[in-house]
């Protein structure tokens, strides 16, 4: 902990390279910005591999201190197996992003660039960098700041076609963001006059349960929650969801509300002390619990198909929370499963969610609109993306093989395996409304299309096929034997050979 | 890995090979004409790999078991061969329409789960082959596209996902009651009755798979889905889909008498939903729905079979419960192709390849002394002899003759086609060939299932030693028959589906739950609520931490 381990200067490339490249992309202009952003979020891929290889080879994260400053004096950047986990999702659904906007933003040779292009591809940067800030941050200061990025970031691509509607609907997330920025900021202040630091490995196993630390863990929490729109607080996510442009609705919901609950991850399961955490896991359970049965309820019942995306994406939020009474409270045994439960639904959602909303994007372009009752031919017109949207939907379901069935078999038998057997009956109803609202767009597009509806577009393959790999990636995570996912275990207090 | 358990894989890889060329488009129109290849593999295990070493697939901690015993082996030979008489059918039957590809793709998965559920032998293998066989079927019965099929298909997925969540919860409470970290079958059913939910999972595991045999009240979706679905794969369906429930029953339900009060329960089910099947069957005027009526009835009676084996402990019941299934698969299967045929043979063809072939067929399911029923129905004297249950067997055997001479009838009142139509040669050879099967396979199969290993002794002898047993549940079901055609008219009509006209309450008090719901939420999406909502949750997480430090 008091020195840079071997490989940390990858942390720094991981950072330095979208930051830089933003920066460069924006001088550059148009066409330059396009080649750079494919290009560094391909090599991003690459740093997410190297970094996770290095924290297994280590079997402990790794860690790098700027300037050589350990904290609490100077700040950390630190790769445990969640970060490199989520650090490597999240640069595999970016590029895969990235390469589907190819269509729509590109600039060709004989035009001028234009806005709209240029700040998707260096917005699309910003947000790999300050997601990469989100995930290795050591500092829980550091990633408020990583938090507030993202935030930004994220809403200038959602603002991308300046639709009136769009600024609504984005500044309603604005503000309901920072009113929860607020509260994590009050928090991060009162364990900084109780501790002296806020580095979340130094603060692990030190903290205190006293009331300045317990106000301090429910601000921080309140506010996260808001900024992941975990059930009731979910006002300002389906219309800023559905409202954005596919690619920006893949990232958000894919993406940035995934920050947030890592966040959520090292405030509980590292600073807060184990006795109050076990008593008040069940209260955040069981608002997760809520947001699956009435979100998937809601989406069973929309009429825009982006909505009904978007209300999916309110539901699996609400599988992140149930992992953390099973984590905390379980056996050893059992907090290893639901630990990797947890996470691996935060990485199967990432890949189908972003497959959804990016499949979501072409019907609704093939057909030039996206009503429910109405998708009829868009099998014809769109075929890979239809099916790159069932494939979502069976991994959002939990049908096997997928990373969905895989993450909620986990939390189910751990569930089960500690008593916990409501959580179980949460799980399982969650998958058969899924199934509900799934099917009810599966449905809809192999139909024949209503003798008087225009006929739909066919669309290029190009962009199909990147919805496509997304929905394979989230169904090939259920292929994995679960042993490959040690990764995640590395660097968790409670894990086996770790800290206590 | 031997021989045998090569054929095991091969059994699994087949179908996805053929499912992996229907990538490229130039190999994909051709995958159609190939269906009847696909489960060929599987025919050769369920011949050559019985009782085989399990093949154990140790990736890192996961492990994969196929396993193939006596039991099992029955059901996928007679399943296997189903596949490929349904599949050389299919391309004949459906034509060169533009949905045959999707069709071959729906029907290979199927497959794929069917064969796949006989060779699993851990959790994971099951659970997955399983959903294949329950969801991928969907395709297969929306195929001609029609409300009543979309109907149909819809009302088959909601409840085969219903029965998905019965046995996910079922599986993962097994795999929880295994003190080790196994999950192969046989060490989930060995600390079944040990395990404190043990009355939970049993309800589960019933559920689940009595929900895919077809028992009541859960056949709703049986003669529903099995006449809209196009001819071949309503054979299937009715043939070779619903052994999944009961090749689940048999693997998971302990044979050691462990289970009190279980087995008289599953007998009674069964029992229950033998009568009630020909009760709403002899109402029904299409054949193929009589005949799917008939196969609620005939899982009926094997799922009692299985449930009196297991409450007086019957040596041998599971090789009996699957000899009486096996000969389903294959008698119905076959009448199914029959139906398909009626309408494109003429004249006395007509009679002389298609309705005394039924006829002989349909008797075979009262127990038509002769026949490969009759056989079936010695293979599991063991498990219906005794007292009241004998009585009800023998009885619920006269309401099947009762059930398949009505639906004799029916079949033979579909128009002919005219007296000089010949029927192409696919199609015939599929039916007859079946056919021959249903009533030879037992034939074969009843002395002996291996070299030197005979299990249910001389057929002749066993047949000789109670023919009049055999022969009145036949009479009374003819005499029966009779008097339905006499008076038959005056019967009420039951809809297809029977108890499904009580689901659509229940649908109408989910639409009043999901409007409130969604009226519920709005409310909670207005800023004033939203910001108290926030404010109340940092006082219950401060209150909640707090009461949890003191």
């Not at chain 1, 992941?228 to 607080?233: Q, R």
């Not at chain 1, 499963?337 to 499949?359: R, T």
């Not at chain 2, 079979?305 to 402990?313: D, E, F, I, R, V």
Request: charged fraction near 10%; hydrophobic fraction near 60%; charge should be positive.
């Amino acid at each position: 902990m008091t020195a840079t381990t071997p490989a940390g200067w990858l942390l720094v490339v991981a950072l330095v390279l979208p930051v830089a490249g933003m920066l460069l992309a924006f001088v550059l202009g148009g066409r330059a910005a396009e080649r750079l952003a494919l290009l560094l979020l391909g090599l991003g891929v690459g740093v997410g591999v190297a970094v996770s290889a290095a924290v297994l080879r280590m079997g402990a994260p790794i860690v790098y201190l700027p300037g050589g400053w350990a904290p609490p004096l100077g700040l950390a950047l630190v790769a445990d197996g969640v970060a490199a986990a989520m650090l490597l999702t999240t640069a595999l659904v970016l590029f895969a992003v990235a390469l589907f906007g190819r269509a729509a933003h590109a600039t060709p040779p004989d035009q001028a660039e234009t806005r709209a292009a240029l700040a998707y591809w260096c917005f699309l940067l910003a947000l790999a960098g300050s997601l990469a800030a989100a995930f290795l941050g050591g500092d829980l200061f550091n990633l408020f700041v990583a938090l507030e990025m993202l935030t930004f970031a994220a809403l200038s691509l959602a603002c991308l076609e300046g639709k009136p509607s769009q600024f609504r609907s984005e500044l309603r997330y604005l503000l309901f963001a920072l009113i929860g920025s607020v509260l994590y900021l009050l928090g991060t202040a009162l364990l900084y006059g109780g501790y002296g630091t806020l580095d979340f490995r130094l603060l692990a196993g030190r903290t205190r349960a006293d009331l300045p630390t317990l106000l301090a863990a429910a601000l921080m929490t309140a506010g996260l929650a808001a900024k992941m729109a975990l059930f009731p607080l979910h006002l300002w996510l389906p219309p800023a969801h559905a409202g954005a442009p596919p690619a920006a609705s893949a990232l958000l919901s894919g993406l940035v509300v995934k920050a947030a609950f890592v966040l959520l991850l090292r405030v509980w399961i590292w600073v807060l002390p184990p006795l109050p955490a076990m008593a008040a896991a069940p209260l955040l359970a069981a608002l997760g619990a809520a947001a699956i049965l009435v979100g998937s309820l809601v989406a069973l019942r929309q009429a825009r198909l982006k909505l009904l995306v978007a209300y999916s994406t309110v539901a699996q939020i609400g599988y992140l929370f149930l992992m953390l009474p099973l984590v905390l409270s379980g056996a050893a045994e059992t907090a290893s499963h639901a630990w990797l439960g947890g996470l691996l639904q935060a990485g199967s959602h990432a890949f189908a969610k972003a497959a959804m909303f990016l499949a979501a994007g072409l019907i609704a372009t093939a057909l030039g609109h996206d009503r429910v009752t109405a998708l009829g031919g868009a099998g014809q017109a769109v075929p890979r993306a239809v099916f790159a949207f069932g494939l979502a939907g069976l991994s959002l379901m939990g049908i096997p093989p997928s990373g969905g069935f895989t993450a909620k078999w986990l939390l189910l038998t751990s569930a089960l395996g500690d008593g916990q057997w409501w959580w179980a009956a949460v799980i399982l109803g969650g998958g058969l409304l899924t199934g509900g609202y799934v099917y009810r767009v599966l449905a809809g597009t192999i139909a024949a299309p209503p003798g008087d509806a225009p006929r739909p577009r066919p669309l290029p393959h190009g962009p199909q096929n990147v919805a496509l790999g997304l929905a394979l990636i989230s169904v090939a995570l259920g292929l994995l034997p679960l042993a490959s996912f040690g990764l995640v275990q590395i660097g968790r207090p409670g894990a086996l050979g770790a800290l206590p | 890995m031997t021989g045998a358990q090569g054929l095991m894989v091969l059994t699994l890889a087949a179908p996805l090979a053929l499912l992996l060329a229907c990538l490229w488009p130039a190999p994909r129109r051709r995958v159609p004409g190939l269906l009847w290849l696909a489960p060929l593999p599987g025919l050769l295990a369920a011949l050559f790999a019985a009782g085989a070493p399990p093949l154990v697939m140790d990736g890192a901690g996961l492990r994969l078991t196929l396993a193939l015993d006596a039991p099992s082996a029955l059901l996928l030979g007679a399943a296997a061969l189903l596949w490929s008489a349904a599949g050389a059918y299919a391309p004949a039957y459906l034509g060169r329409q533009a949905g045959l590809e999707r069709f071959a793709v729906w029907w290979l998965v199927t497959l794929w789960g069917s064969l796949g559920v006989f060779l699993a032998g851990d959790l994971v293998t099951f659970y997955l082959t399983f959903a294949a066989v329950s969801l991928a079927a969907f395709g297969l019965i929306v195929q001609d596209g029609t409300p009543r099929a979309r109907r149909a298909g819809e009302i088959t997925l909601l409840l085969a996902v219903m029965g998905e969540v019965c046995l996910l919860l079922a599986f993962a409470l097994l795999a929880d009651a295994v003190p080790t970290s196994s999950l192969a079958i046989a060490d989930a059913v060995a600390a079944l009755p040990g395990s404190p939910a043990r009355g939970l999972i049993l309800g589960l595991l019933v559920a689940g798979f009595g929900l895919k045999a077809g028992l009541v009240p859960l056949h709703v979706w049986l003669p529903l889905a099995h006449p809209a679905a196009p001819m071949p794969a309503s054979a299937v369906l009715s043939g070779a889909i619903v052994k999944a429930g009961i090749i689940g029953l048999l693997r998971f339900l302990p044979a050691d008498g462990a289970l009190e009060g279980w087995g008289d329960g599953l007998a009674a089910l069964g029992l229950f939903t033998a009568f009630w099947a020909v009760g709403c069957g002899i109402t029904q005027t299409n054949p193929k729905t009589v005949l799917a009526y008939s196969t609620v009835s005939q899982m009926g009676v094997t799922v009692a079979a299985l449930g009196m084996g297991l409450a007086l402990a019957v040596p041998g019941t599971a090789m009996a419960v699957a000899f009486y299934a096996m000969h389903h698969v294959l008698a119905k299967g076959a009448l199914f192709l029959a139906v398909g045929l009626a309408g494109a043979v003429g004249g006395a063809r007509r009679t002389g390849l298609l309705l005394l072939p039924a006829l002989f067929l349909a008797l075979g399911f009262g127990g038509l002394p002769g026949s490969g029923g009759a056989l079936a129905k010695l293979a599991v004297k063991p498990q219906l002899d005794a007292g009241l249950v004998g009585a009800l067997a023998a009885l619920s055997a006269a309401g099947s003759t009762l059930l398949m001479l009505h639906f004799i009838r029916r079949l033979a009142s579909l128009p002919p086609a005219d007296a000089t139509a010949r029927p192409s040669w696919v199609p015939l050879l599929a039916w007859l060939g079946m056919a021959g099967a249903a009533v030879l396979g037992p034939w074969v199969l009843f002395g002996a299932i291996g070299p030197g290993d005979p299990w249910l002794g001389d057929s002749w002898e066993a047949l000789a030693k109670d023919p009049v047993g055999l022969l009145w549940p036949v009479l009374l079901g003819a005499v029966l028959a009779l008097l339905l055609g006499r008076w038959g008219g005056h019967l009420p009509t039951v809809p297809e589906g029977d108890l499904l006209v009580l689901a659509g309450r229940v649908g109408r008090g989910g639409a009043i739950i999901g409007a409130a719901v969604s009226h519920l939420e709005k409310r909670l999406r207005a800023w004033p609520t939203a910001g108290l909502a926030l404010l109340v949750l940092v006082l219950a997480l401060f209150g909640a931490l707090l009461a949890g430090a003191g």
